[in-house]
Nanobody, 122 residues
Framework: QVQLVESGGGLVQPGGSLRLSCAAS????????MTWYRQAPGKQRELVAT???????NYADSVKGRFTISRDNAKNTVYLQMNSLKPEDTAVYYC????????????????WGQGTQVTVSS
C-alpha cells in the first residue's frame, strides 16, 4: 500500500556533498514524522535526523552542522543534504516515516525504505 523509495546515494570523496531523497507513495492520507537512519557495517542502526510534519528538526550530534533534513509535504518527500562528508559517514541510509493511509485512517503505521548506500572514500 505504501512505499518509501530512497535515492541519491553513491561514492563521494571526503569533504564532498550528497543529497538523499525519499519519496513516499501509495494510498497516503497523512505523513507525520519522517526520519533518516543509517547503518554502518558491523554497527547498529542509528538515527541521523528527523523532521516533524510541522518542520521541527532534530539531529544526531555526529551530523549537526553538516547535514540538513527537509521535506516537501506536497510531494510526500524528505531530503537529507549531507555536506562535509567524512569516511565515518559511510553507511546504508534508510528512510522511515509514520503514515496514515486512506484504508486505515485511525491507525498510524511505521514504514521503512529499502536503503541507499553512501560511501565516503578517497
Amino acid at each position: 500500500q505504501v512505499q518509501l523509495v530512497e535515492s541519491g546515494g553513491g561514492l563521494v570523496q571526503p569533504g564532498g556533498s550528497l543529497r538523499l531523497s525519499c519519496a513516499a507513495s501509495g494510498s497516503i492520507f497523512s505523513i507525520y514524522d519522517m526520519t533518516w537512519y543509517r547503518q554502518a557495517p558491523g554497527k547498529q542502526r542509528e538515527l541521523v535526523a528527523t523532521i516533524t510534519s510541522g518542520g521541527s528538526t532534530n539531529y544526531a550530534d555526529s551530523v549537526k552542522g553538516r547535514f540538513t533534513i527537509s521535506r516537501d509535504n506536497a510531494k510526500n518527500t524528505v531530503y537529507l543534504q549531507m555536506n562535509s562528508l567524512k569516511p565515518e559517514d559511510t553507511a546504508v541510509y534508510y528512510c522511515n516515516a509514520d503514515i496514515i493511509t486512506f484504508q486505515d485512517p485511525l491507525r498510524r503505521r511505521n514504514y521503512w525504505g529499502q536503503g541507499t548506500q553512501v560511501t565516503v572514500s578517497s
